[in-house]
Antibody
């Protein structure tokens, strides 16, 4: 069974940093891209970013609203994906979800499994 | 960015009904569309990818269709557990973008 477990959320002051972890199990982590989404209170989901599997260079893509402040990385030896969050703003307050990102038959990546989410609150 | 528009934004239906939710992209996205279901306080659940392919474990009462700019999600024989909010999301280009959601409520 695919499991994705996020951790590291909490209350943080504006301008500070936080690192989220996503621990994966039940599948070969190195074979998949991984993506992060977030959902602010009462709002719809928002895509944050994506990291390709190492076989495709392990490169990343980001939403414009987080580019330069949030960084996704991965450790295939531990089956963990990370979201490093720097220079946090109040508008970054949200539940952050880790997702598995397989490729469809054309090679485009989509989302199939979601973690349960971890809440990040940015407030003074 | 590709804008995704869902309609209706809310929908009231009865147990046993069949409902259709529509999603329109601001430009062509081929079949690069997924549908999610989300219940209050829970993570989204993936239902359909590539516009019409059912995710593993999702019952066949859910079906998707469409290509280009217009897509639909059909849910047949509604059961109490189907009342939730449904989102479409395109994965044709960056940034990935979502529709605003359709809240399906019990009549």
């Amino acid at each position: 069974e695919v499991q994705l477990v996020e951790s590291g959320g909490g209350l943080v002051q504006p301008g500070r940093s936080l690192r989220l972890s996503c621990t994966a199990s039940g599948f070969t982590f190195a074979d998949y891209g991984m993506s992060w989404f977030r959902q602010a209170p009462g709002k719809g989901p928002e895509w944050v970013g994506f990291i390709r599997r190492q076989a495709y260079g392990g490169t990343t893509e980001y939403a414009a609203s987080v580019k330069g402040r949030l960084t996704i990385s991965r450790d295939d030896s531990k089956s963990i994906a990370y979201l490093q969050m720097n220079s946090l703003k109040t508008e970054d307050t949200a539940v952050y979800y880790c997702t598995r990102a397989p490729r469809d038959s054309s090679g485009a990546w989509y989302v199939d499994n979601w973690g349960q989410g971890t809440l990040v609150t940015v407030s003074s | 960015d590709i804008q995704m528009t869902q309609f209706p934004s809310s929908l009231s239906a009865s147990v046993g009904d069949r409902v259709i939710i529509t999603c329109r992209a601001s430009q062509g996205i081929s079949n690069k569309l997924v549908w999610f279901q989300q219940k209050p306080g829970k993570a989204p659940k993936s239902l359909i990818f590539a516009a019409s392919s059912l995710q593993s474990g999702v019952p066949s009462k859910f079906s998707g269709s469409g290509s280009g700019t217009d897509f639909t999600l059909t849910i047949s024989s509604l059961q109490p557990e189907d009342f939730a909010t449904y989102y479409c999301q395109q994965y044709n280009s960056y940034p990935r973008t979502f529709g605003q959601g359709t809240k399906l409520e019990i009549k």
